[in-house]
T-cell receptor
Framework: EAGVAQSPRYKIIEKRQSVAFWCNPISGHATLYWYQQILGQGPKLLIQFQNNGVVDDSQLPKDRFSAERLKGVDSTLKIQPAKLEDSAVYLC???????????FGQGTRLTVV | AQSVSQHNHHVILSEAASLELGCNYS??????LFWYVQYPGQHLQLLLK??????LVKGIKGFEAEFIKSKFSFNLRKPSVQWSDTAEYFCAVRYSGGYQKVTFGTGTKLQVIP
């Protein structure tokens, strides 16, 4: 079974630039999550999709972050404009449903300079 | 608000030593509990989970965890660690009902010395 795919693996941008991350979940998984993991901290949920609908985005900084999951499969997370404090690993995960465990991708390490 | 506490930030053990990593969560009703592991350079992987039933849960690679409801705890244990257990370990909790998010602890870095 193929795992959760994310790209790119690494990204370095200057502050105030824009960046986008892509995630392809495990086939058939209805629930998709985006987490932000700052160095030395645990993953923090940014947004959770059930199919193509958002079910939790309470911790997403909506003034600069946006995410979509068109057709209920792939998802993109965008930051516009980026700030220094956005430097982190962005993790995508998926699960069959909200009652099952999540499978994680390798993550995208973002460095904002 | 949901919260998870992992009290040990960095643990150093010699091979064959016993391991216990603490995890406590805030009260919030029925919970699902998880331990994830992240080996160097790899992605987060599920080590074990508790949904219901026997509070002593066995996972992969000889790990186990015990859910103690009265103490809001879900500590991870292994009788004898190996060098290959060097990794970061994350406890996570999800409160049942609706689309409850999974909240992670800050993680514990385990270093096993040969």
């Amino acid at each position: 079974e193929a795992g959760v795919a994310q790209s790119p693996r690494y990204k370095i941008i200057e502050k105030r630039q824009s960046v986008a991350f892509w995630c392809n979940p495990i086939s058939g998984h209805a629930t998709l999550y985006w987490y932000q993991q700052i160095l030395g901290q645990g993953p923090k949920l940014l947004i959770q999709f059930q199919n193509n609908g958002v079910v939790d985005d309470s911790q997403l900084p909506k003034d600069r972050f946006s995410a979509e999951r068109l057709k209920g499969v792939d998802s993109t997370l965008k930051i516009q404009p980026a700030k220094l404090e956005d430097s982190a690993v962005y993790l995508c995960a998926s699960s069959h449903g909200t009652g099952t465990e999540a499978f994680f991708g390798q993550g995208t390490r973002l460095t904002v300079v | 608000a949901q919260s998870v506490s992992q009290h040990n930030h960095h643990v150093i053990l010699s091979e064959a030593a016993s391991l216990e990593l603490g995890c406590n969560y805030s009260y919030g009703g029925t919970v699902n509990l998880f331990w994830y592991v992240q080996y160097p350079g790899q992605h987060l992987q599920l080590l074990l989970k508790y949904f219901s039933g026997d509070p002593l849960v066995k996972g992969i690679k000889g790990f186990e965890a015990e859910f103690i409801k009265s103490k809001f705890s879900f500590n991870l244990r292994k009788p004898s660690v190996q060098w290959s257990d060097t990794a970061e370990y994350f406890c996570a909790v999800r409160y049942s009902g609706g689309y409850q998010k999974v909240t992670f602890g800050t993680g514990t870095k385990l270093q096993v010395i040969p």
